[in-house]
């Protein structure tokens, strides 16, 4: 039993590593590509791994699957060319790279399982823990983009619905971020974000492995 946990806990360095790194580094790159600097002149626009983890958030990650943080991309919003949209556009970027990763990795899941397919039985030591890597890469990433796009401050999707509601709405949908972070917390804890995502994460990763065959 122990050493099944071990092994799946190794397993999952990569996924959880290139999840947030790709994830930190999008925000970056978008941030950088509409009009602020500030993230690249301090080498955020980068796949280096300890550019962007937090020690804590990525712990999180790895022992629950789908809750995690990496370090927050620093963004001065006075440079982007349109304000609102800069920090939408910045913030949907972190979790369409992940998403772009779960279905980059099921295409490999497929393209492997072809490929590898005569030898699985021979020499199952060296292909199934590919296999299972693979799989947690899938899941790791669709659970990161599922839960940063739920509309709560600070996650991302909080600066998406931010920008499509009206004015006055908009305002009012300010006032929560204050207590965004306890509210996410305490859903967390109580454990009604797992069960609410948990049939997304399921059904999107179901969607993208069959997807491909």
Request: proline fraction near 8%; glycine fraction near 8%.
């Amino acid at each position: 039993m122990f050493e099944m946990y071990l092994q799946k806990l190794l397993l999952n360095i990569p996924p959880v590593l290139l999840a947030l790194t790709a994830h930190e580094c999008a925000h970056a790159w978008a941030a950088y590509k509409l009009g602020d600097p500030t993230a690249k002149m301090l080498g955020r626009v980068s796949l280096n791994p300890f550019r962007h983890l937090d020690p804590i958030g990525t712990i999180a990650l790895f022992l629950t699957g789908m809750f995690g943080w990496a370090r927050p991309v620093p963004i001065n919003v006075r440079n982007f060319r349109n304000v609102s949209q800069g920090m939408m556009l910045t913030a949907a970027a972190g979790p369409l790279a992940n998403l772009g990763l779960a279905g980059a990795s099921a295409f490999i899941y497929k393209l492997f399982a072809v490929a590898a397919g005569p030898y699985l039985g021979r020499y199952p030591a060296v292909y199934n823990p590919l296999f299972i890597m693979i799989e947690l890469s899938i899941v790791m990433n669709v659970s990161l983009a599922v839960f940063n796009m739920l509309p709560i401050p600070p996650l991302d999707g909080s600066r998406v619905l931010s920008y499509f509601l009206p004015g006055r709405k908009a305002l009012a949908f300010s006032k929560i971020e204050p207590y965004g972070f306890v509210i996410l917390l305490l859903l967390i804890t109580t454990g009604v974000i797992n069960m609410a995502l948990s049939p997304f994460v399921a059904a999107l990763t179901r969607l993208l492995i069959g997807g491909f065959y």
